[in-house]
């Protein structure tokens, strides 16, 4: 079975500062998606970033990018430029990937509440 | 626009009562799912279904039941049997065999007096 751990419940950062969650995984799995889901204070869940497993290309979103680490399962989110509208819980998910495209449901962390201070 | 929609956005339940809560979705995805949320645990997967009239147990299945009659709808409903009903309940879907992308709704509480 898949597991997802966030180590840090929270965090906090400055405005402008960058700042980097933290996400590992467990599976035996070689294909698979990754994602970073953002829910902000009003609750919907927003889709951050994705990554998929076979390249080895770190994702970027504007000022999002993961790093990447297959072979240690690491799968970290660095936040750019902090701004106040990043205050959130960020969930990190996994599902795997069979041929054609993506199955099953998505299995996610608990969760790291990040706060953006003025 | 096209998206989720889930409604009661609150409810307010009494112990011993069932409740259901709906979401639609006009986004013509195949597969929808139920995950419930609650601090400090993440979202738990309860039921998801891939194709109309079928579906399948997620993580946390039991005092819950869905169904799945048409592609737009998969409600959910939350039985006396659910021993800790109160938590924040989220709908999503998302295209079968795609990328994985999933697509949320604005969640409902349920809030058992």
């Known amino acids: 079975a898949q597991t997802v751990t966030q180590s840090q419940p929270e965090m906090s950062v400055q405005e402008a500062e960058t700042v980097t969650l933290s996400c590992t995984y467990d599976t035996s799995e070689n294909n698979y998606y990754l994602f970073w889901y953002k829910q902000p204070p009003s609750r919907q869940m927003i889709l951050v970033i994705r990554q998929e497993a076979y390249k080895q290309q770190n994702a970027t979103e504007n000022r999002f990018s993961v790093n990447f680490q297959k072979a240690a399962k690491s799968f970290s989110l660095k936040i750019s430029d902090s701004q106040l509208g990043d205050t959130a819980m960020y969930f990190c998910?996994?599902?795997?990937?069979?041929?054609?495209?993506?199955?099953?449901?998505?299995?996610f962390g608990k969760g790291t509440k990040l706060s953006v201070k003025p | 626009d096209g998206g989720i929609t889930q409604s009661p956005k609150y409810l307010f339940r009494k112990e011993g009562q069932n409740v259901t809560l709906s979401c639609e979705q006009n986004?013509?995805?195949?597969?929808m799912y139920w995950y419930r949320q609650d601090p400090g645990q993440g979202l738990r997967l309860i039921y998801y279904s891939q194709i109309v009239n079928d579906f399948q147990k997620g993580d946390i299945a039991e005092g819950y039941s869905v169904s799945r009659e048409k592609k737009e709808s998969f409600p959910l409903t939350v039985t006396s049997a659910q021993k800790n009903p109160t938590a924040f309940y989220l709908c999503?879907?998302?295209?079968?065999?795609?990328?994985?992308?999933?697509?949320f709704g604005e969640g409902s509480r349920l809030t058992v007096l």
């Open positions: 999503a879907s998302k295209v079968e065999r795609n990328t994985g992308e999933l697509f």
């Open positions: 998910a996994f599902m795997k990937h069979v041929k054609g495209g993506s199955q099953g449901n998505l299995i």
């Open positions: 986004l013509n995805h195949d597969a």
